[in-house]
């Protein structure tokens, strides 16, 4: 059975995406942080789903989940990563505090994730 890592897997296009893969007969793994019912419907319904929570602004301690959850995703034959965050505000109110957290949570933990897979 192939199997496909997800991350923002409680978002829209995370939970159509699972279930698309499920449908494929996939084993999925999927990353969220804020769980909504949907997710947790979905989790609970499908023994080929699996749920891991991660956040992903906590970049500290990232590595660390990362490992803690290796077995997890050591076999991932795909991986989208869908995790974002988003502040939405004017351009000409955009600071460097707010790039770096954008890159921190968007672009660090998907490098970092391939490095382990």
């Known amino acids: ?17 699972i279930k698309r893969y499920l449908e494929k007969n996939y084993k999925v793994v999927a990353q969220f942080y804020n769980g909504r019912k ?7 319904n499908n023994e080929n789903l699996k749920a891991i929570n991660i956040d992903f602004s906590e970049t500290k301690n990232l590595e660390n989940s990362f490992i803690e959850y290796s077995e997890d995703f050591s076999n991932t034959d795909i991986l989208v ?13 955009v600071s460097a505090s707010h ?10 933990p998907g490098l970092i994730l391939t490095k382990h897979i």
């Open 1 to 17: 059975m192939k199997q496909i890592f997800i991350t923002g897997g409680s978002s829209d296009i995370g939970i159509a995406l």
């Open 38 to 44: 949907s997710f947790e419907t979905l989790v609970k």
């Open 81 to 93: 990563n869908l995790a974002a965050m988003f502040e939405p505000r004017a351009f000409e109110k």
């Open 99 to 108: 790039l770096l957290r954008a890159l921190k949570v968007n672009l660090i």
